[in-house]
């Protein structure tokens, strides 16, 4: 039976509207192809063939200036398609990856075009905008050891069209006249930015970390001087290579779709993790998470035209469950646009407008246009610079101490540290539970010595991260409890309601998988009364509302209030939307049972003479070729270097085995192939 959730408004108090950065800029574009014959680049891959394939938008000027220059990066895409008229392609085979053709029947899929309508609404605001082509060679290409989702090499794909727009721009390189523009001098590399979807995530956080290595090839080659200025991901993966991607000293936001069902482990949340756990950042920039319910995976770009999501739990869709669908998301581009736009217009180009910030800040209400049309939670801090936001509790020490060895207190609650579902393994939060409410139930995370203080006078906030688990209230009952400080002479403040400055949702997700995101709440200072704001040392929490629950809490901070705030009152995102309670049995079909079949032995390749062994597999129907790898799970043992060994024939798989340790893989009790969370095979053997 379905339960419908009570409309729950909070109302702004006294709060700013963040613009929306997203309307048509005043000047007119030109946009087109540039392509060159592939051939086999070291500095992107040196054991296969690579293709220069880009389309560029430009903003028409009639007096000569150069621009800041953004490059977008696709995800992983099957790059051969079967065309259903003029608004429909079924993506099914991957011959272009290793041939540059397709076979007879089949269209090219032209994955580089999916962000059309970001790139043509930024060069109408003076940017020039490269969005390059990754399909010959990594979309749908064997992995590497150091380099399993090809990201390295999808970062350093990005490198090399930079290396040719600078030449461009120095003239030592003619534009291709069908271009139809002299590029000289054209482009502002002190300004650049990146997006990434899917893997193009990680791959332009690859490039921007690639670039910044020590012995980095890449400023001799870009001889202009490369700064970075932000960074936009879209659903982006997360190690799928052999080193961590941290985009620390640049402006970043991710949005991590709710209802993804390619990466549905959300794995975009963990460099945000890592970064807020790192503390420092020697160029303090915005880190922000934008949690959109109701949002797929593929239906951001444009040219991805079959569904990841078989539906959303506890949450509505944003897009047509129904296949196919030839519409895609108008409201997940309109999203795009309305976030994107807001991080490079507000942080890229001579003189940014600042305000644009505001869409990532929980200080200021969202766009109406946007808050209108789904919910959107943040996860956001100006920077984890702690000397700009001090922290006063990153529950990484041991209990019952915090990170300066102070002794928090523990009143009939349960407490434990360890990760929330779906955030880096390494980074800890605090998990409160308690099982019946009153006045001495709490807990409170205690910052400074007995008759000893930190001084929070100044205008601000008490910022930190939280989210109720999964299933632990009732659907009647809304997380609330009591928050009071308490200075050094022992004086308690009197209580403020958490209900009255944020809601505390029901975790939402996709089938199998719901993510207690960690979003940021801010409690104004200035609500608290009764207390030494010069002299505090501890937050108290309260359970005396709610007869029972868990939440998560992490990174306690100070956060100076933002001058561009009108009130030190943070804004309470509205929440007018009934969303339906919902079991995965009454919103999906029940996923059938996969099974692929282990061919043995005769397909064993090179036993004796490589280093590993070509296991490979068949399946009645396709394995996906989307952002997630696929693994071969093996008594508990992940094995992540795949290939399709018939790229015209997607149930044709093969793994990559150590030669020493075939034997005790072709033995073991259990083996599966999954992809994700979620898509799994069990194996014949």
């Given at each position: 039976m379905l339960a419908i959730s009570k409309l729950f408004i909070l109302l702004t108090l006294n709060s700013t509207e963040a613009p929306d950065a997203s309307a048509l800029g005043p000047q007119k574009i030109g946009q087109a192809d540039y392509r060159f014959k592939a051939a086999t680049d070291p500095s992107i891959l040196s054991d296969r063939v690579t293709e220069i394939w880009g389309r560029l938008f430009w903003p028409i000027d009639k007096e000569p200036r150069s621009h800041p220059v953004i490059i977008f990066l696709h995800g992983n895409h099957g790059p051969c398609g079967v065309s259903h008229g003029t608004n429909w392609r079924e993506d099914t085979t991957c011959e272009y990856t290793l041939t540059g053709v397709c076979p007879t029947g089949k269209v090219i899929v032209p994955n580089h075009r999916g962000f059309d309508y970001l790139a043509t609404r930024l060069a109408s605001w003076g940017y020039i905008v490269a969005s390059i082509n990754a399909n010959r060679g990594i979309n749908c290409g064997s992995g590497i050891p150091t380099d399993e989702g090809l990201n390295l090499a999808r970062g350093r794909l990005v490198l090399k069209h930079l290396q040719i727009l600078s030449e461009w721009n120095r003239g030592i390189r003619p534009a291709p006249r069908k271009l139809g523009i002299d590029l000289r001098n054209k482009f502002d590399f002190s300004q650049v930015g990146l997006l990434g979807h899917s893997r193009g995530g990680e791959g332009v956080r690859a490039a921007y970390l690639q670039y910044r290595d020590e012995t980095s090839p890449w400023p001799s080659l870009i001889p202009d001087s490369l700064n970075f200025k932000a960074i936009f991901e879209i659903a982006g993966m997360d190690g799928q290579?052999?080193?961590?991607?941290?985009?620390e000293g640049v402006a970043w936001a991710q949005i991590l779709p709710a209802c993804d069902g390619d990466n549905a482990l959300l794995l975009g949340a963990r460099p945000f993790d890592r970064?807020?756990?790192?503390?420092?950042?020697?160029?303090?920039?915005?880190?922000?998470?934008?949690?959109?319910?109701?949002?797929?995976?593929?239906?951001?770009?444009?040219?991805?035209?079959e569904s990841d999501s078989l539906g959303c739990v506890n949450h509505s869709p944003l897009f047509t469950i129904d296949h196919p669908s030839t519409s895609g998301s108008q409201q997940q581009r309109d999203i795009t646009l309305k976030t994107a736009m807001a991080l490079f217009r507000g942080n890229l180009g001579r003189n940014p407008k600042t305000e644009f910030n505001r869409i990532f800040d929980p200080q200021f209400s969202l766009p109406n246009s946007l808050e209108n049309m789904t919910r959107v939670e943040r996860?956001?801090?100006?920077?984890?610079?702690?000397?700009?936001?001090?922290?006063?509790e990153d529950f990484e020490a041991k209990i019952p101490y915090n990170p300066f060895q102070y002794l928090n207190l523990l009143s009939n609650i349960t407490f434990s540290l360890g990760h929330v579902l779906d955030y880096y393994s390494e980074i800890s939060a605090g998990k409160i539970r308690w099982t019946r409410s009153g006045s001495d139930v709490f807990f409170q995370s205690t910052w400074a010595a007995p008759e000893s203080g930190i001084d929070l006078s100044k205008p601000g906030y008490l910022s930190f991260r939280i989210s109720r688990a999964p299933n632990t209230f009732s659907q009647s009952e809304f997380a609330d409890f009591g928050l009071s400080l308490v200075d050094s002479d022992g004086n308690e403040s009197l209580s403020i309601r958490f209900s009255d400055f944020a809601y505390l949702p029901e975790p939402v997700g996709y089938f199998g998988w719901i993510h207690p995101v960690l979003n940021t709440v801010l409690i104004p200072l200035d609500a608290f009364s009764g207390v030494n704001k010069f002299n505090l040392r501890a937050l108290k929490l309260t359970f005396d509302s709610t007869s029972a629950g868990t939440i998560n809490l992490d990174e306690i901070r100070f956060v100076p209030r933002n001058p561009e705030a009108l009130s030190s009152i943070a804004s309470i995102q509205k929440n007018n939307f009934q969303f339906s309670f919902r079991g995965p049995e009454e919103v999906i079909p029940k996923i059938?049972?996969?099974?692929?079949?282990?061919?043995?032995?005769t397909e064993l390749k090179n036993r004796s003479s490589t280093d590993n062994v070509e296991l490979r597999f068949e399946a009645d129907e396709a394995f996906p070729v989307g952002g997630s790898l696929l693994s071969l799970e093996v008594d508990g043992k992940d094995y992540r270097l795949s290939d399709f060994y018939d790229s015209s024939d997607l149930r044709k798989l093969e793994f990559k085995i150590p030669v020493a340790e075939i034997d005790q893989v072709l033995h073991a009790k259990s083996m599966k192939i999954y992809s994700g969370a979620l898509n799994v095979w069990g194996v014949l053997k």
């Open positions: 290579q052999s080193r961590l991607m941290n985009p970064v807020m756990a790192a503390h420092n950042e020697q160029a303090p920039t915005l880190k922000s998470l934008l949690y959109v319910y109701g949002a797929n995976h593929n239906y951001f770009s444009t040219e991805w035209h996860a956001h801090l100006s920077t984890p610079n702690v000397s700009v936001n001090p922290l006063l059938h049972s996969k099974m692929a079949r282990l061919i043995f032995p």
